[in-house]
């Protein structure tokens, strides 16, 4: 009994097939996984730009310098000003300063999805800390105008003087110092969020 093989040029040419398509399979899973490299370095740029605007914005909300124009025009008129006055004005300033801050804590908000789904939920819960410790200015603003609506005689007898200090520490700050509570923990966040990315880019 005996097999037909058939002309060795057939063989060759199904072998070349054979061999063709799976070079190609090759090819397609070595781009498929270079792709998914990009897509993932593309979104660690993103969060890692978006992170530092973030500092660089939270910083300048709390720089300790003040122009005159960043208070009301009410305020440079009057005289006189009661603590009361100095509140309103202080409260002004703080409420713009945080209005121009807030898009980039909400961009951080929005991006943690993208971190958790392309890179890693450390990735995603990194960021999400920094946000959350930048949103706490907010509180910090209201705290300030609190004590300066009080007065510095009611606020000198507050039981917690350490609050005291954290709030004027957090709420005005040099930029180049950054040794103040506030900004130490906001600092070790952000390397944190650095590190996390490290993989990625």
């Excluded at 605007?53 to 009301?72: N, Q």
């Excluded at 309103?88 to 961009?107: D, G, M, Q, T």
């Amino acid at each position: 009994m005996s097999i037909e093989l058939g002309p060795v040029s057939d063989w060759i040419a199904a072998i070349g097939s054979i061999a063709t398509a799976v070079v190609a399979w090759i090819a397609f899973l070595a781009w498929r996984t270079q792709l998914r490299g990009a897509s993932k370095h593309a979104a660690a740029a993103e969060i890692a730009e978006s992170a530092q605007l973030l500092r660089y914005h939270f910083y300048d909300a709390r720089s300790s310098l003040i122009f005159a124009g960043e208070f009301p025009e009410s305020y440079h008129a009057a005289r006189d000003h009661t603590d009361v006055d100095k509140a309103n004005a202080y409260a002004y300033v703080y409420e713009r300063r945080f209005k121009a801050f807030s898009p980039r804590i909400l961009r951080a908000w929005e991006l943690r999805a993208k971190a958790g789904a392309l890179l890693s939920d450390d990735v995603a819960d990194a960021l999400g800390l920094l946000a959350r410790i930048a949103d706490r200015l907010r509180s910090f603003f209201e705290q300030a105008v609190d004590m300066v609506r009080d007065g510095k005689d009611l606020v000198a007898q507050y039981p917690d003087q350490d609050w005291v200090k954290l709030v004027r520490s957090s709420v005005r700050v040099d930029p180049q110092e950054r040794t103040d509570p506030y900004s130490q923990e906001f600092e070790a966040a952000f390397e944190k969020l650095k590190t996390s990315l490290t993989p990625y880019l």
